[in-house]
């Protein structure tokens, strides 16, 4: 990963929407089947909305029923990382990009196999570029 990039919360908002702001720099959380990504199929790859870092590819998602998108992986090992996150009154992991420390979502362990790995991750932290089919 590339060095990571520090913003002010000035230059934050400056750059993102107000719902991107609250859950990538405030830790937010979008509601349930909101988002963009939620119910979305197309093939490609999901970046950060902060800073452009690929996260997560369209071969790893799937539909965990919860109403967030769902990852079983991310596009490289070190493309994400991960704190804990004492919030509400639970312990929980918390997933953020390597790259600019975007709150992405959380971690859990009732993902499918290979992995069994469920990373739950709010649209509003993600863009979206199609993968062309050639051929």
């Not at 452009?52 to 919860?66: E, P």
């Not at 070190?78 to 979502?105: F, I, K, Q």
Request: with cysteine; hydrophobic share 30%.
């Amino acid at each position: 990963m590339a060095d990571k990039i520090r913003k002010s919360a000035e230059e934050w908002a400056s750059c993102l929407s107000p719902e991107q702001f609250q859950i990538t720099r405030e830790h937010g959380t979008e509601r349930a089947f909101s988002g963009a990504y939620w119910d979305h199929h197309e093939r490609g790859t999901y970046a950060c909305v902060g800073c452009g870092a690929v996260l997560f590819g369209s071969d790893a998602k799937f539909d965990s029923g919860t109403g967030w998108p769902s990852y079983s992986q991310p596009i490289t090992a070190d493309a994400v990382e991960s704190t804990t996150d004492r919030s509400w009154y639970m312990v929980r992991t918390e997933v953020h990009c390597a790259r600019c420390d975007a709150h992405l979502g959380h971690l859990f362990d009732d993902g499918p196999d290979p992995t069994g790995m469920r990373y739950c991750i709010n649209s509003a932290s993600l863009t979206f570029a199609a993968t062309s089919e050639i051929g």
